[in-house]
């Protein structure tokens, strides 16, 4: 059987997520209007969560290259789970069930992401 390897997973899995951040920050913010229609939220507080989701982005990207990569992937892996805790709470407001659907899809998503880095962080503890 062939181990995991914790760093090149962890690496990998903030990449991912930074890129995946950017990607739907910058288009919740584009369309905040449509999305505010469908989860009955003020345009103006979907934009602002895209924008700071963008930003979130580069704040992992950053971590990925400068901080120690337990410490990064455990932050990151908090922060996810919380972050897949809102998404799918907000699902309640949602106008229709598709967009409930693709608010949880969202939220399984970042939730993936977090089990990826605990992948990572156990295999990183599991390295002698």
């Known amino acids: 059987m062939t181990r995991v390897n914790g760093t090149t997973i962890g690496r990998w899995s903030l990449r991912l ?38 930003v979130w982005a580069g704040a992992v990207l950053w971590m990925a290259q400068r901080v120690p990569l337990r410490r ?20 309640v407001t949602a106008a229709t069930f598709l967009v409930v659907l693709a608010i949880i899809a969202i939220a399984i998503d970042i939730a993936l ?12 503890r599991a390295r002698p």
């Open 72 to 91: 990064a992937l455990r932050f990151v892996m908090v922060a996810n789970i919380a972050a897949a805790a809102v998404v799918a709470a907000i699902s």
């Open 17 to 54: 997520d930074a890129a995946y951040c950017a990607v739907l920050g910058i288009a919740v913010a584009l369309w905040a209007g449509p999305i505010a229609e469908g989860v009955r939220l003020p345009e103006l507080v979907i934009a602002g969560v895209g924008i700071a989701v963008a």
């Open 113 to 124: 992401f977090a089990a990826s880095q605990a992948v990572a962080l156990g295999a990183l």
